[in-house]
C-alpha cells in the first residue's frame, strides 16, 4: 500500500535518450561527461555510460558509483575542491583527478610518491573569462589563470604526477549559444598557452558544463544547439593542428532534466481566509526547488532582476504544476503546500488548476535535475519518496 501512497520521481528514458541523441549528434568531436551530482540514480548513469558518456564526479561515492556502472580509469574525472588525503587515496587508481589548487597539487604528489605511482591529473583553472560581461571573478575553484606563469617552475618540479589536462566550469544554465562559443574559444586558448608557455602535453581539455534547457516557457529562449554545434566546428579547425587533446564537455541538466517529474498526492484540502489550500504528502521535503523559488519571491520585490543562483533556484515560473484527475470544467486559484510543520513548505502559490479533490495526485514538471538529491528528504522524519525509472521498453526500474 506504501508504494500506492508514497510521492514518487519518475525518469523517463526516451526523453534521456532524445537529449543524449542531440548532443551526439551535433558534437561528434566532443567527448561527453555525465555529472552525477545532477541525479545519481544508477540507471541514469547506466544509460549514459551506454551511450558513450563517462562521469564528472565530484566526490568519492560518485566516483565508485561511476565504477559500479562499469565505467574505466579513464572516463571518470574526479573534480571539486577540498579532497583530502583519504579522498585521492580512495580515487588515486580509479579516476583521472583534477587537481583544484596548488596545495592539492603537492598533496598529490606525495600520496603518489608514497605509493610509488607516477600519475597524470588534471588542474582547473579560473579562466579570465566572465560568461555574464565583465572580467574574470574570483572563485573557490581551481587556481586563477593569471598565477600560471608564477608557478611554472613549481609545477615542472613536482615528481611523481604530470599535468596533461585542464578542466574550466564557469556556470551552468547557459541558453546563449555565442556566449558559449566565446567561453570555449578562451578555453582553447588557454590549452594551448599551457601547451605552448607552460610546456604541458595537453591530453585533454574539460570544457565544463553549461548547456541550459528551458525553465521559464514565457522567458526563456532553447539554446541553438545547431548554431553552437557550427560554431564549434570552425574553432575546432582553427585549433586541431595546434593541439591534439580529448575535447569534453560536462553535462547533467540538459540530459535529465526535463525527463523527471515529481509525483505527489493531494491528502487534505482546505480554506483559510479566502486561500484554497492543497496539502500534499510531500511538498519541499520531496521537492524543494519550487519552494525555494516561492521562499524567494516573498523576499524580492517583483521587478528585481533576481539572479539565478543554481542549482537551488533558475527561475521563479520553472516548474509546471498538473492534476490530471481535475476537474477539467471548473479552474480554481490554489496554493499547494506539504505537510511538514513548517509554514515555508509551499510548492506554489496562486496557481490555477482543474479542482482538484483529496486523493488526486499533483505532477511537478523538470524535476530530473538537482531535485530528489537535493531536497531535504529527512526533515522531520519522513518517509523517503520513491524513485522509478522508466525504460523506453516499457520496463521499470527502481534501482
Ligand atoms: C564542474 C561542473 N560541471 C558540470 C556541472 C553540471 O552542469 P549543468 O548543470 O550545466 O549540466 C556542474 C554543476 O554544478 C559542475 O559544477
Not at 541525479?39 to 564526479?57: C, R
Not at 506554489?348 to 499533483?362: F, N, R, S
Request: glycine share 6%; hydrophobic share 40%.
Amino acid at each position: 500500500m506504501d508504494q500506492y501512497d508514497r510521492s514518487f520521481y519518475i525518469y523517463d528514458e526516451s526523453i534521456i535518450s532524445r537529449q543524449v541523441k542531440i548532443l551526439l549528434d551535433n558534437f561528434p568531436q566532443f567527448e561527453f561527461l555525465y555529472s552525477v551530482k545532477t541525479n545519481p540514480f544508477a540507471p541514469i548513469i547506466h544509460f549514459a555510460a551506454l551511450k558513450g558518456f563517462g562521469t564528472d564526479a565530484a566526490s568519492v561515492e560518485e566516483v565508485i558509483i561511476s565504477q559500479k556502472a562499469g565505467l574505466s580509469y579513464e572516463k571518470i574525472f574526479y573534480s571539486t575542491p577540498g579532497k583530502t588525503r583519504r579522498d585521492i587515496e580512495k580515487t588515486i587508481d580509479k579516476a583521472i583527478i583534477v587537481a583544484d589548487s596548488y596545495n592539492e597539487l603537492l598533496l598529490l604528489n606525495d600520496i603518489a610518491e608514497q605509493k610509488n605511482m607516477n600519475i597524470k591529473v588534471g588542474l582547473r583553472i579560473n579562466i579570465d573569462f566572465a560568461m555574464d560581461s565583465g572580467s574574470c571573478l574570483s572563485s573557490k575553484f581551481g587556481v586563477d589563470e593569471n598565477t600560471l606563469v608564477k608557478q611554472k617552475d613549481f609545477l615542472n618540479s613536482l615528481s611523481n604526477i604530470k599535468i596533461v589536462g585542464i578542466h574550466v566550469h564557469l556556470r551552468s544554465q547557459v541558453l546563449d549559444h555565442s556566449r558559449l562559443y566565446q567561453y570555449y574559444e578562451r578555453i582553447f586558448e588557454l590549452a594551448l598557452f599551457c601547451k605552448e608557455i607552460l610546456g604541458w602535453e595537453m591530453e585533454f581539455i574539460n570544457f565544463g558544463g553549461g548547456l541550459g534547457i528551458v525553465y521559464s516557457l514565457a522567458n526563456d529562449a532553447p539554446l541553438d544547439v545547431e548554431k553552437l554545434s557550427n560554431e564549434c566546428e570552425g574553432l575546432i579547425r582553427r585549433f586541431k593542428d595546434k593541439i591534439n587533446a580529448r575535447l569534453i564537455i560536462e553535462t547533467g541538466r540538459f540530459i535529465i532534466c526535463e525527463a523527471g517529474q515529481y509525483v505527489t498526492r493531494i491528502v487534505d484540502i482546505k480554506e483559510s481566509m479566502g486561500i484554497k489550500y492543497l496539502i500534499v504528502e510531500k511538498g519541499l521535503n520531496g521537492f524543494l526547488r519550487p519552494s525555494i523559488a516561492e521562499l524567494l519571491m516573498d523576499y524580492i520585490p517583483e521587478d528585481s532582476n533576481l539572479k539565478a543562483s543554481e542549482p537551488l533556484f533558475t527561475v521563479k515560473d520553472a516548474f509546471e504544476f498538473m492534476i490530471p484527475e481535475g476537474e477539467r470544467s471548473v479552474f480554481e486559484k490554489v496554493t499547494i503546500v506539504g505537510s511538514l510543520c513548517t509554514a515555508t513548505d509551499i510548492m506554489v502559490k496562486d496557481v490555477v488548476l482543474p479542482k482538484a479533490h483529496i486523493g488526486d495526485i499533483v505532477i511537478v514538471s523538470k524535476a530530473g535535475s538537482y531535485s530528489y538529491s537535493l531536497s531535504p528528504i529527512l526533515f522531520s522524519s519522513h518517509s523517503l519518496p520513491f524513485q522509478f525509472y522508466l525504460k523506453t521498453d516499457g520496463e521499470i526500474c527502481m534501482k
